[in-house]
């Protein structure tokens, strides 16, 4: 069965501070990924989503990048976190379009 | 721009009634539909997918699809405690575009 791995939890980070969130697929090939977010009390915001190794597209222009160096290995990236990335971060992936979505337990970003 | 709504509730309903989510979606194209549930706290899960219209049963679970009219709904018999969550419509978009969700209706049951 498919398992999707994503790490750490909990993140407590400075303003201005790097960041590196990574997730994991297992139990499938060459899945679509996914990143989005959720500000507290808030909606889900696509961030990234990739259907392939190198392929990614960018929903939303702000300090964040997606990179996927695997076929089931995602990161998300910041160089300068700000106020406003703390959120709860899940990653997920599907088989395709018309596929649903499947979660990974998220980690919960607060930037200080 | 691609847009799914739901009422935000509160929807608040007694232990054992049925409670009744709705979304309606703007994108005609739109081919598949799904209901995902989220405790506080917690990621979305999955519970409900639906491709053609009518009605789909699964458990306590109903999900209904109207193409001409946009809309589908979940139907929740016997409503418990353990269903008070936030519940996500996510309708799919054009081709390589992700899930569209909307912001999702809060439900409470209460015993």
């Known amino acids: 069965s498919q398992t999707i791995h994503q790490w750490p939890a909990t993140l407590v980070q400075p303003v201005g501070s790097p960041l590196s969130l990574e997730c994991t697929v297992e139990?499938?090939?060459?899945?679509?990924l996914y990143w989005y977010r959720q500000a507290a009390g808030r909606g889900l915001q696509l961030l990234f989503y990739?259907?392939?190794?190198?392929?990614i597209s960018s929903e939303v222009p702000q300090n964040l990048s997606a990179s996927r160096p695997q076929d089931r290995q995602f990161i998300l990236s910041s160089k300068k976190l700000l106020l406003s990335d703390s959120g709860f971060y899940l990653c997920?992936?599907?088989?395709?379009?018309?596929?649903?979505?499947?979660f990974g337990n998220g980690t919960r970003l607060t930037v200080t | 721009q691609k847009e799914v709504e739901q009422n935000s509730g509160p929807l608040s309903v007694p232990e054992g009634a049925i409670a009744s989510l709705n979304c309606t979606y703007s994108?005609?194209?739109?081919?598949?539909f799904f209901w995902y549930r989220q405790y506080s706290g917690k990621s979305p899960e999955l519970i409900m997918f639906?491709?053609?219209?009518g009605d789909k049963e699964d458990g306590r679970f109903t999900a209904q699809l109207n193409k001409a009219s946009q809309y589908v709904s979940l139907l929740i018999r016997d409503s418990q405690p353990s269903d008070s969550a936030t519940y996500l419509c996510?309708?799919?978009?054009?081709?390589?575009?992700?899930?569209?969700f909307g912001k999702g209706t809060t439900l409470s049951v209460s015993s």
């Open positions: 997920a992936w599907s088989n395709g379009d018309n596929s649903p979505l499947h």
């Open positions: 139990g499938t090939s060459n899945p679509n």
């Open positions: 990739s259907v392939g190794i190198g392929q």
């Open positions: 994108d005609r194209g739109s081919q598949s």
């Open positions: 639906i491709y053609s219209n």
């Open positions: 996510a309708v799919s978009g054009q081709a390589g575009t992700a899930l569209i």
